[in-house]
């Protein structure tokens, strides 16, 4: 079964340095999601991404982050100068439609120091 | 605004007692609701959506329009359902609840 897929799994990095999150969408799918969850906290929405840009943003996805699809299945998630609470769990999910289930991956766990 | 709210943080229920884990949305408009289901050290995972009215694991979610809920039951709980449950809205993104942690007692 097709999956999507995260590297790394557990990022550590230390403040003000710049960190890229990377996901392999399931290949048929046109909408791509970046979500973050602080421990202890909800599911939190980030962006969205459909026909290489941003469809929606939520307030959280400041001037530090940026997202990329630089080559067709790959699905970046940038964050230009960490602060210590961007440190959460970051979940990338892909769908084929919208309104239509989101299959998300094992997340990568982002600790800043 | 669109919102999701599920008031339960915790609930623990002993293995073969009913579970139900309350769902309540805001939003204007027809909503798309689900269920998502993360176990232990797994991704998040959909359980059931409102629109298919399936039953997924013994677990089913009717959507109730006049109360805004789509909680999710199951008559007979086991101990694998041990989890975190997320209800979750579809529009243009998915907005998810906080969680709830289902902990089923021997």
């Known amino acids: 079964e097709p999956e999507v897929t995260q590297t790394p799994s557990h990022q550590v990095t230390q403040m003000g340095q710049e960190v890229i999150l990377r996901c392999v969408p399931i290949?048929?799918?046109?909408?791509f999601y970046w979500y973050r969850q602080i421990l202890g906290q909800k599911v939190e929405f980030l962006v969205s991404?459909?026909?290489?840009?941003?469809?929606?943003k939520s307030e959280i996805f400041d001037d530090q982050f940026s997202v990329e699809r630089p080559d067709g299945s790959n699905f970046t998630l940038k964050i230009r100068s960490t602060k210590l609470e961007d440190s959460a769990m970051y979940f990338c999910a892909s769908s084929q439609d919208m309104n239509t289930e989101a299959f998300f991956g094992q997340g990568t766990r982002l600790t800043v120091v | 605004a669109q919102r999701v709210t599920q008031p339960e943080k915790l609930l623990s229920v002993f293995k073969g007692a009913p579970v139900e884990l309350k769902c309540n949305y805001s939003y204007s408009g027809s909503p798309e609701l689900f269920w998502y289901v993360q176990y232990s050290r797994q991704r998040l995972q959909l359980l059931l959506r409102?629109?298919s009215r399936e039953s997924i694991k013994g677990f089913t979610a009717d959507l109730n329009k006049g109360e805004t809920s789509f909680h999710l039951k199951k008559p007979f709980a086991q101990e694998e359902d041990s989890a975190m449950y997320y209800c979750a809205l579809i529009g243009s993104k998915i907005i998810f609840g906080k969680g709830t942690r289902l902990h089923i007692l021997p």
């Open positions: 290949s048929n799918h046109l909408y």
């Open positions: 991404f459909y026909n290489n840009e941003i469809s929606e």
């Open positions: 409102h629109i």
